[in-house]
């Protein structure tokens, strides 16, 4: 393997960000064939012997990424400290250390994007790298133009207001209705809180589009790998994406 950048090393390894690793550089904690590196420097992950904090830095996995169609009642999480569920036990075929980007609520089905790729996985996951995410919602109560609007222009919350969405108003049966919602915003139990606000609890909520990903043929409970291209448009996507672009129609 050619020689990289030292902060590409630790950031394909999983380790940190690009930035992250560069700070880590500068304050010594990285060193090359023992000796404390400086910033700019390279290293051959094969030939050379790369620490962080005295622990060797090891050559990166073989990227992988994974689309989950999580089922309610699992964490989000590695590993839980009640004894839960987590969605890391759905991917029985997956030896790679993958850790879900963003998470869902206990209760929130649907699309989650799991990947070993930490760089992509932080990049996607930052508040400014907008990335629309679609949920059907199943809310409380019959639901009013007005809430709609409300909805899509930004509801207040206790911490600010939501930023504009795009949503559709679904069936409705009088005591419950359904909604097409569409987020940049990856703020905690957003969409529940929300919908709470307008005063319609959600009883049901399911991730249905993230980014251009969407899978309709995907069972609850399975996951599949994501194509080559997928992947490369992922990598494409940047800040510049706004609500309500690149989904196709989704029934609700
Ligand atoms: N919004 C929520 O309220 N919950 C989720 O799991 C995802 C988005």
Not at 3 to 13: E, F, G, H, M, T
Not at 62 to 73: A, D, E, F, T
Not at 199 to 226: C, E, M, N, Q, W
């Amino acid at each position: 393997m050619a020689k990289q950048r030292l902060q590409k090393i630790i950031a394909a390894a999983g380790l940190a960000s690009r930035r992250k690793a560069e700070s880590w550089i500068e304050s010594g904690r990285v060193t090359v064939n023992g000796r404390v590196a400086t910033i700019g420097e390279s290293a051959d992950v094969e030939t050379d012997t790369i620490t962080v904090d005295g622990r060797p830095v090891g050559r990166p996995e073989q990227k992988v990424y994974i689309l989950l169609n999580k089922p309610s009642g699992y964490v989000t999480s590695l590993s839980d400290p009640e004894g839960r569920a987590v969605v890391t036990e759905l991917l029985s075929d997956v030896t790679e250390r993958v850790v879900p980007v963003g998470r869902l609520d206990l209760t929130t089905e649907g699309l989650l994007l799991m990947t070993n790729d930490g760089e992509l996985a932080q990049q996607l996951a930052h508040p400014s790298f907008h990335v629309d995410k679609t949920y059907l919602v199943r809310v409380r109560g019959e639901v009013t133009p007005t809430t709609i609007k409300s909805l899509e222009q930004g509801v207040m919350l206790e911490d600010g207001p939501t930023a504009p969405a795009v949503v559709e108003a679904g069936r409705s049966s009088g005591s419950h209705s359904w909604l097409k919602i569409t987020i940049h915003e990856g703020r905690n139990r957003q969409v529940r809180r929300m919908c709470e606000a307008l005063g319609y609890p959600v009883s049901r909520l399911r991730r249905i589009g993230y980014a251009f990903l969407t899978d309709d043929k995907l069972d609850v409970g399975r996951y599949r790998h994501l194509t080559l291209r997928e992947v490369e448009r992922l990598k494409k996507l940047n800040e510049k994406h706004k609500p309500g672009r690149g989904r196709g129609k989704a029934k609700c």
